[in-house]
């Protein structure tokens, strides 16, 4: 992915010490915006959370080869937040960006941060013991599903998630075969 980096950053990177932390948006139904920074951020009118909910951030790996890039974000799940938030409401497809941004001695953003990963998620897996309790968010590149299949099934089952108990479609896996399609 193409970059340009603010001269104010670019001078930032070349000195010996760098500070740096991450920004991280989650789109689901309460819009989440967590920082693995010691204290709280404010960029572009949002408050990002020093969390300690944020475990971990797989490492985004970037190649010039044509693949669907993928990470895994984790989260703690002792506050039953997340929990309640990925059981109850939909969370495929919702969008999640990661940002790396450069901090100056006061701990405020110099420059833009960068965007280092936009994706949807695509699952999660919830692991428990007896210590601990994590969320384990699996995001993906838009192009995840660029082979899904998208649209409607003619059977029942299809048909009566729009339309409950409508039977119109009961017998129509038999009345597929009788179909001429072109010229007869």
């Known amino acids: 992915m193409a970059r340009s980096l603010n001269a104010s950053v670019v001078s930032e990177i ?22 693995d920074a010691a204290f709280d951020i404010d960029y572009s009118s949002n408050t990002y959370t020093s969390s300690s909910y944020l475990l971990s951030m797989g490492a985004v ?19 039953q937040a997340f929990t309640s938030i990925f059981l109850t409401y939909p969370y495929i497809g919702k969008q999640v960006i990661i940002r790396r941004a450069f901090l ?6 110099i420059g833009e941060p ?4 936009d994706g949807r998620i695509d699952g999660f897996d919830m692991n428990e013991s007896q210590t601990e309790s994590t969320i ?12 899904k299949k998208a649209g409607r099934y003619t059977n029942t089952n299809s048909q ?8 119109g479609f009961e017998f129509a896996a038999f009345s597929v075969k009788d179909l001429k399609w072109g010229r007869a």
């Open 160 to 167: 009566e998630l729009f339309f409950s108990g409508d039977k």
């Open 114 to 117: 960068v965007v280092i990963y």
């Open 136 to 147: 384990s968010v699996s995001v993906a590149s838009h192009w995840s599903d660029f082979e």
């Open 61 to 79: 790996e970037e190649s010039s080869d044509v693949r669907v890039g993928s990470i895994s974000i984790d989260l703690s799940s002792v506050s």
């Open 104 to 109: 100056d001695s006061t701990g405020s953003i």
């Open 14 to 35: 070349a000195k010996d010490s760098v500070t740096m932390c991450h920004l991280l948006y989650m789109g689901l139904s309460t819009a989440q915006y967590m920082t």
